[in-house]
C-alpha cells in the first residue's frame, strides 16, 4: 500500500511538472506571437509633424546633369592611390585639389564658406549658419583609393570612369570619391540657388583614410579641438542601401552605421636554436607556431549576437521579413542563441558574432636544408562592440598557451562607441528622415560597420559618429568594395547629390518633433 500511495505522489508530480511545462510554452508561444505580429520598434517619428525646411526643391536641371556626371567622372579619372602611410599618390592629390576648385567656384568663393588645407592635402570646409546656437555638424569623405590593377579583371580600365549601361566604372566611385563629389556638388547647388543655412556645419576630406587617416582626419580634429568645436554628430562613409541582399527581408533596407567593430593586429614569435634539417628537434619553429595559428583558429571568440548594435539592427527590420523569419526576429529575447550559431555558418555574417581572427601573414624560413631559427605570424582582429582590445589579448594569450610563443600587440584600439538611434537621436532621426524622404519605400536601421572609418577620430569631439551613403548596392556589388569593377549607376550618383542637397536643409530644424508613444518591450 506504501509503494502504491508513492508511486501515486510521484505520478501526480510528474502531472504538475508537465502541466506547468505545458502552460510555460504555451505561455510564451502566446507572447511571442502577439509580439510578433505587434512588434515595430521603427515606428514613431516618421508620423511627427517636422518644420519645414527644404525651402529649395531638389531639382536638376539637363544641363546640371550633364555637369555634375563630368565632374564626378573627372574625379575617378584621377589615380588619388594611398599604397602606404608614406606613399600616396601627392601628384595626384594636387590634381584632384584643381579639379575641386574648377568644379565648385561657389563653394571655393562664398562668403559663407571658409576652406582650409590640412597636411598639405587635406580639407576642411566651415559653412556658417545664422543661428550661433544651434550645434554644428560634420560630413566627412574621403579622397584617397586603394589601389587597383586593370589587369586583375576589370571590365574597364580603374582610372577610366567608363560609361557602360547606365554605370561608371572606376576605382573610388562607391569608396568614396561618390561621397566627396556629392557633397561638395550639393552645396554648390545650393549656393547658386541663394541657400544660407541656419545651422553652422563642417565638411572634413580626409587624403590618407585608407592608411589610417593619421595625417589627414588627425590633424584636422586637432584643428577642430583648438577652436573648441564641438558637434552636435558626424556623418561618415559606412554602410549603405541594401536591396536583395538580407535574405527573407521584404524590401531595400538603409542601414545607418552607429559603430564600428575595433580592430587588432597582433604578432606571433617563435625563436629556436638554428641546425641542420638532418638533425631536427621534435617540433621545429614552424611547428610550434603553426600548432598556435590552428589553436586559434580552431577556438574562435566567443559568441556576442546580440550585445551589440547588431541586435537593433534586426529588431527594427523584424517587422519587414516573412513568416518564420519575421516570429524569430521579433522575439531575439527567445532565439539570439539559435539566430547566432546560424550566422556563424558564414563568413559575412559571422562577423556580426564575434570578434573575427584572420591569420593574413606567416613567414619563416631561410634555407630547404636549414633548421628556421625564427618563425612569425601576424593576426588581425576586428573587436565586437561587447568586447575591449585587452580582454581580446587575454583571449589570445589564454588560446595559444606556449610559453615559447611570443605575443605581441603591433597595434589596435577597442570598438567605437555605440551613437544613439532612438526617437530624441537628432543625427540618427535626420538622416532617417532625409533617407525616407528620397526613398519612402526603404526601411531603416542602425548597423555596426565591420570596417574602419576616418570617422573613429573624432570620437572626442563629437556627441554621435553615424556612417551612411546612399549608395545602392545589390547581390554581388558589396565585393565590388576594395574589388574588381567597382562601379556606380549614374542615377545612383544624382541621388546622391540630391541626398545631401536635402540633408544639409533637413539639419536647419532646430529641434526634433515630439516622438509618438513607443512600442511595448519585452
Given amino acids: 500500500m506504501t509503494g502504491y500511495k508513492t508511486q501515486w505522489k510521484l505520478f501526480t508530480l510528474f502531472k504538475v511538472l508537465l502541466l506547468s511545462f505545458i502552460l510555460s510554452v504555451t505561455l510564451l508561444f502566446l507572447v511571442a506571437t502577439v509580439r510578433t505580429f505587434t512588434f515595430d520598434v521603427s515606428a514613431g517619428l516618421h508620423l511627427g509633424k517636422w518644420e519645414n525646411t527644404n525651402t529649395i526643391a531638389p531639382r536638376l536641371t539637363p544641363q546640371q546633369r550633364k555637369d555634375l556626371l563630368a565632374n564626378f567622372k573627372a574625379a575617378i579619372q584621377i589615380p588619388t ?136 582626419a588627425v590633424n584636422i580634429v586637432k584643428v577642430l579641438k583648438s577652436r573648441g568645436v564641438k558637434l552636435q554628430y558626424v556623418l561618415d562613409e559606412g554602410l549603405a542601401v541594401l536591396d536583395g541582399i538580407i535574405n527573407g527581408l521584404d524590401g531595400p533596407v538603409a542601414l545607418i552605421g552607429v559603430s564600428e567593430k575595433g580592430q587588432a593586429t597582433v604578432k606571433l614569435t617563435v625563436n629556436t636554436a638554428p641546425g641542420h634539417s638532418s638533425m631536427p628537434p621534435r617540433e621545429t619553429s614552424i611547428g610550434i607556431l603553426a600548432s598556435a595559428v590552428r589553436r586559434l583558429e580552431d577556438n574562435p571568440m566567443p559568441r556576442l549576437f546580440g550585445y551589440g548594435p547588431e541586435r537593433g539592427t534586426f529588431e527594427h527590420l523584424a517587422h519587414r521579413f ?86 605581441e600587440l603591433v597595434n589596435g584600439f577597442d570598438p567605437l562607441p555605440i551613437s544613439s538611434y532612438d526617437e530624441r537621436s537628432f543625427g540618427y532621426q535626420i538622416i532617417k528622415k532625409t533617407v525616407q524622404g528620397m526613398f519612402p ?82
Avoid at 561621397?179 to 541656419?198: C, D
Fill in 81 to 216: 592611390v594611398a599604397f602606404t602611410e608614406t606613399n600616396i599618390n601627392t601628384n595626384a592629390l594636387r590634381e584632384f585639389d584643381a579639379l575641386m576648385r574648377r568644379a565648385f567656384p561657389k563653394v571655393f568663393s562664398s562668403s559663407l564658406v571658409k576652406h582650409e588645407t590640412i597636411s598639405n592635402y587635406s580639407h576642411l570646409f566651415t559653412v556658417s549658419g545664422t543661428e550661433l546656437n544651434l550645434e554644428p555638424y560634420m560630413l566627412l569623405a574621403h579622397i584617397d583609393v586603394v589601389p587597383a590593377d586593370e589587369a586583375d579583371g576589370w571590365d574597364a580600365p580603374p582610372f577610366s570612369a567608363k560609361e557602360m549601361n547606365g554605370f561608371i566604372y572606376g576605382r573610388g566611385t562607391i569608396d568614396n570619391k561618390q561621397s566627396v563629389m556629392g557633397i561638395l556638388q550639393a552645396l554648390e547647388y545650393l549656393l547658386e540657388r541663394g541657400y544660407t543655412p541656419r545651422r553652422t556645419f563642417y565638411i572634413g576630406l580626409g587624403h590618407d583614410e585608407e592608411v589610417n587617416g593619421l595625417q589627414g
Fill in 441 to 522: 519605400h526603404v526601411s531603416v536601421a542602425p548597423g555596426i560597420c565591420v570596417g574602419n572609418t576616418d570617422s573613429r577620430h573624432y570620437k572626442d569631439i563629437a556627441r554621435d559618429i553615424y556612417r551612411f551613403a546612399p549608395s545602392w548596392f545589390k547581390p554581388g556589388d558589396p565585393q565590388r568594395f576594395h574589388g574588381v569593377n567597382e562601379r556606380i549607376s549614374i542615377k545612383n550618383y544624382e541621388e546622391l547629390v540630391l541626398f545631401y542637397f536635402q540633408l544639409i536643409q533637413n539639419n536647419d530644424v532646430r529641434t526634433l518633433p515630439s516622438p509618438h508613444s513607443s512600442q511595448h518591450e519585452l
Fill in 322 to 407: 516573412g513568416l518564420p523569419l519575421r516570429f524569430i526576429m521579433s522575439n531575439l529575447w527567445l532565439f539570439s542563441p539559435l539566430i547566432s550559431r546560424v550566422m556563424e555558418r558564414k563568413p559575412d555574417t559571422n562577423a556580426f558574432v564575434r570578434t573575427t581572427t584572420a591569420v593574413t601573414m606567416f613567414n619563416s624560413g631561410v634555407k630547404v636544408n636549414v633548421l628556421p631559427p625564427h618563425a612569425e605570424a601576424f593576426v588581425n582582429l576586428r573587436i565586437h562592440s561587447a568586447q575591449t582590445l585587452q580582454e581580446v589579448m587575454d583571449l589570445i594569450g589564454s588560446i595559444v598557451s606556449d610559453e615559447r610563443v611570443k605575443i
